[in-house]
């Protein structure tokens, strides 16, 4: 039996591939502009980006950089047989750059008063990977 075998029925967790050049370059000290820029599908660099606007007060730019990271971590989790639902692990650290985003998605939902937005991104965090909730708060 596998540690990750869902007794429930559930769908098996989504575990993406590992994309470690733009990890490595934001741990280098390149900037997440020049990560996106370089590499436009990576749910890092967007967060990242979502997460620097946020903490200087630019909520709408933080709103728009966490949706670019949301939606391109949708698509790199479709493509590797995510349909719909399903845990999204955060252990597995090629998922945190989606549920960064995600949770940068709320964030920032939430200061510009979409409240709707908010919950529905914050139940999709808890629904993804308690652990991720958890961490980041």
């Known amino acids: 039996m596998s540690i990750h075998e869902n007794l429930l029925g559930g769908p098996p ?10 990890r490595e370059l ?3 000290g390149a900037t997440a502009a020049e990560v996106a820029g ?3 599908t990576s749910s890092l660099a967007w967060a990242r980006l979502a997460d620097e ?7 709408v730019e933080s709103y728009a950089y966490a949706r670019t990271g949301y939606h391109r971590g949708l698509d790199a989790l479709r493509r590797n047989g995510w349909k719909g639902h399903g845990p999204v692990p955060w252990e ?3 998922n945190r750059g989606f549920l960064r985003a995600l949770h940068a998605l709320a964030r920032a939902a939430q200061a510009i008063g979409e409240q709707e937005e908010y919950e529905r991104c914050s139940q999709f965090l808890k629904d993804s990977s308690p652990t991720a909730a958890q961490v980041l708060g």
């Not at 606007?53 to 909520?59: K, L, P, Q, T």
């Open 13 to 22: 967790p989504t575990h993406l591939p590992d994309d470690p050049e733009p």
């Open 26 to 28: 934001l741990a280098t």
């Open 38 to 40: 370089r590499y436009p």
């Open 53 to 59: 606007a946020f903490e200087r007060d630019s909520v």
């Open 92 to 94: 597995h650290e090629p």
